[in-house]
């Protein structure tokens, strides 16, 4: 079973529209991401929490919100979705117990989001 | 100013041969890390190798190793004998920050380099 979840894995709804993307984890990581992938931009961070009473803007949080409802759970919404946030969401996480080898961040496997 | 380059937006090898892959940061903090990861066609983000700043040596990982230049401030990844399913976009991305940092864990990726290898 995959360790980072995201539901849905592909979306296509209208512009207007209020969407929630949701993430799932069971690495017990306390810190967890959202990126989103525009190509020729990579990925850029939209928000981030460190743990549940944690939740901070990225790079690019305009547009978006975000709710942390557990320490495993980590959901992404849009509340009127415009065009130009069609691309791919990527959720992420980290340990920041340092029992990571790198700390590094695990992604789950994206969103296609498509806002018509 | 970028934090993170990639500029090569394309890359071409061929099977069997070694290419490298450029990445070159901008940071005033001592602390950092370096990270590469690949991303198929099939889209997910795979983790492939980390670089710490104090680190003493250049990171290898299998067929991967990075090239680590801090007075240039360049991480390139070198991937060797090239394999058909190397071909995948790359991101190299930086962490800055102690682990004990309030913002500690975030990263900045460049913009990416899609590998071809041809057979």
């Known amino acids: 079973d995959a360790d980072v979840t995201q539901t849905p894995r592909n979306r296509i709804t209208k512009t207007g529209k209020r969407i929630m993307l949701e993430c799932s984890q069971t690495?017990?990581?306390?810190?967890m991401y959202w990126y989103r992938q525009d190509p020729g931009l990579g990925l850029r961070l939209i928000y981030y929490s460190f743990d549940v009473k944690d939740i901070n803007k990225g790079e690019i949080s305009d547009g978006y919100s975000v709710s942390r409802q557990a320490q495993a759970k980590f959901s992404l919404s849009l509340e009127s979705a415009i065009p130009n946030q069609t691309a791919l969401y990527f959720c992420?996480?980290?340990?920041?117990?340092?029992?990571?080898?790198?700390?590094?961040?695990?992604f789950g496997p994206g969103t296609r989001l498509t806002v018509l | 100013a970028q934090k993170i380059t990639q500029t090569q937006p394309g890359m071409f090898v061929q099977e069997k041969e070694a290419v490298t892959l450029d990445c070159t940061y901008d940071?005033?903090?001592?602390?950092?890390?370096l990270f590469w990861y690949k991303q198929p066609s099939s889209g997910e983000m795979i983790f492939l190798i980390y670089q710490g700043s104090y680190d003493q040596q250049n990171a290898t990982e299998g067929r991967y190793s990075l090239n680590f230049q801090k007075a240039r401030k360049s991480a390139n990844l070198v991937i060797s004998a090239s394999q058909l399913g190397d071909s995948a976009m790359y991101f190299c991305a930086m962490r800055e920050g102690h682990s004990g940092g309030t913002s500690y864990g975030k990263l900045t990726f460049g913009q990416g380099t899609i590998l071809t290898v041809h057979p």
């Open positions: 992420a996480t980290s340990d920041q117990s340092g029992t990571g080898v790198h700390n590094e961040q695990f």
């Open positions: 940071t005033s903090d001592p602390s950092y890390g």
């Open positions: 690495k017990g990581h306390d810190r």
